[in-house]
């Protein structure tokens, strides 16, 4: 597997509701893979052609709109579905409905490849991006791992946790999720948020008020 060093990412808010898309490049192999295509799709998509890497995968945390709105616009300019877990297909059929509900421009539906089940590997270079299914916050959520970093979509924040408030939302099982699969990471484990700054592991079990370690 690739070393750390070997991954780099960048982080770019996008939309109305500032989203953090993630841009994970390995430099040496010149690929990269886009994380939450949420919006602004013609700025994603020079970012990408700007990063000199040559785009393998286009894939989602959860299928929330601010996440995969402009999974379409991207997916077409590159030749790529949007790949994300099974369970959050149908929100993400049922996208334009939903942004019209909540006032926001419809976007086309992507075409999707729905394989990111628990344990599932994006291939970037000579390494991956692991896939942890979280649920709560929504029921297709996932996290992708690299080498030290945690990309936790809406699952945690940094002194928050996700809205369980939404279809397919349950604090328990939210709760459940950050308890076993984010906190027993390493302390020094960066978790990249869907939205908001950066935290670690370490941070967010001792001092989190909403789920302590």
């Known amino acids: 597997m690739d070393t750390p060093s070997a991954f780099q990412w960048d982080v770019r808010p996008v939309g109305p ?46 299928g929330h709109f601010d996440h995969v709105g ?22 993400i059929r049922q996208m334009p409905l939903i942004q019209a509900g909540y006032g926001f421009p419809a976007t086309t539906v992507p075409a999707l490849q729905p394989d990111l ?7 970037l270079g000579d390494g991956w991006l692991e896939v942890a299914h979280i649920p709560g916050h929504a029921q297709g959520q996932v996290m992708f791992r690299l080498p030290g970093v945690a990309l936790v979509g809406d699952c945690l924040f940094a002194g928050s946790v996700g809205r369980t408030d939404l279809p ?8 459940k999720s950050i308890r076993e699969r984010i906190y027993t990471l390493p302390d020094e484990t960066i ?7 950066d935290t670690t592991v370490g941070r967010e079990r001792a001092t989190n008020p909403y789920v302590r370690g």
Do not use: K, Y
């Not at 089940?117 to 291939?123: E, K, Q, S, Y």
């Open 117 to 123: 089940v628990d344990g599932a590997r994006v291939v």
């Open 70 to 91: 402009a999974a379409a616009a991207v997916g077409e300019a590159f030749g790529l579905p949007l790949r994300c877990h099974p369970d959050d297909v149908p929100m």
């Open 17 to 62: 509701l500032q989203m953090n898309a993630v841009l994970v490049t390995a430099p040496a192999a010149g690929q990269a893979v886009l994380v939450d295509p949420g919006d602004e799709p013609e700025r994603l998509i020079a970012w990408i052609r700007d990063s000199g890497c040559r785009l393998v995968a286009l894939v989602a945390t959860h």
């Open 191 to 197: 978790v990249v948020c869907g939205h908001g700054p």
């Open 168 to 175: 397919g939302g349950d604090f328990a099982t939210l709760e």
